[in-house]
């Protein structure tokens, strides 16, 4: 039986308001022999290495297809499509900056998105039984908004920069959380903090 998780949204625009959003939980992951060991079972005909060799080439056939450019349906499974990124420790540019233009040289296929057929949707569904597993609480921090600035800038009069990761620490918020506060300390010109470089590498110092 599937379990379902119940997980709080961090209130990012203070508007008071606990949602929630329900997420599934993972009771552990079928690896490819296992897959290929339940593929044969439920379907007699079918050898171990027949279901190997349609699998693999499937695969291969899928990473080229992707890899030019085209978007690839499968009926019952869903559609794939590559996605383009940066290259590793390059910086993102912007239209009609002064920095310097990013060319095919920099970019790289960085991953593949899934979108489910809904019959593929429908068919999982029939098979999930929910049961609840449980409830996940956002982090809190024990400071006010005002407390924390001051241990942000405290921890600027001792170090050059400040991560997102030490704010978490400073402050006992979350990721999200923590960095979303960051970003806005750094647009008010009052706070005392303005942030360097580019996302994921920006870091935040004394204005």
Request: aromatic fraction near 8%.
């Amino acid at each position: 039986m599937a379990k379902y998780i119940k997980q709080e949204v961090p209130d990012m625009r203070k508007t008071g308001e606990q949602k929630v959003f329900y997420r599934l939980k993972v009771e552990r992951n079928v690896d490819f022999e296992e897959f290929i060991r339940m593929l044969c079972s439920y379907h007699r005909g079918i050898s171990r290495g027949e279901a190997l060799r349609v699998l693999v080439s499937a695969s291969e056939v899928l990473a080229e297809l992707v890899g030019k450019g085209y978007s690839v349906t499968l009926d019952d499974w869903g559609t794939f499509k590559a996605t383009v990124g940066l290259e590793e420790g390059k910086e993102l540019d912007t239209i009609d900056g002064n920095e310097t233009k990013r060319n095919a040289r920099s970019l790289c296929l960085n991953g593949v998105n899934f979108l489910a057929d809904k019959k593929l949707v429908r068919n999982a569904g029939m098979h999930c039984k929910l049961e609840r597993a449980g409830v996940v609480r956002v982090n809190r921090s024990p400071f006010s908004k005002e407390e924390r600035l001051r241990k942000a800038l405290d921890y600027l009069e001792k170090n050059k920069a400040l991560k997102v990761s030490d704010y978490m620490e400073l402050t006992g918020l979350a990721h999200t959380t923590a960095a979303c506060e960051l970003r806005t300390f750094s647009r008010d010109a009052s706070s005392g903090i303005v942030s360097v470089g580019r996302r994921p590498a920006v870091v935040y110092v004394k204005s």
